[in-house]
């Protein structure tokens, strides 16, 4: 129904800078909130960044000061600018889609953000 692709991901060295992008299509219309997840080996997923509809933002505090979600006003496309990056960050990123009134998610396939020098 909602079909999400991530992409910009890659080997970067550690203070360095990636621009996460997510593309959605199919049914968005009813889609209020998107986000960024990540997931590194032996961990649980974990939220980095939302963004709803009418723009509002949140951050883990993991996130904070260096991360920055974005997204066009119709929601097709959102985007996760990382920069001060850290080996910690190394995760594979997921791109979430939700309808608030239903609960329903959508997950795109991730990408592999990799900080090593």
């Known amino acids: 129904q909602v079909q999400l692709v991530e992409s910009g991901g890659g080997l970067v060295q550690p203070g360095g800078s990636l621009r996460l992008s997510c593309a959605a299509s199919?049914?968005?219309?009813?889609?209020?909130?998107m986000g960024w997840y990540r997931q590194a080996p032996g961990k649980e997923r974990e939220l980095v960044a939302t963004i709803t509809s009418g723009g509002s933002r949140n951050y883990a505090d993991s996130a904070k000061g260096r991360f920055t979600i974005s997204r066009d006003n119709a929601m097709k496309t959102m985007y996760l600018q990382m920069n001060s990056l850290k080996p910690e960050d190394t995760a594979v990123y997921y791109c979430n889609a939700k309808v608030m009134a239903t609960g329903q998610n959508y997950w795109g396939q991730g990408t592999q953000v990799t900080v090593s020098s």
């Open positions: 199919g049914s968005i219309f009813g889609v209020n909130v």
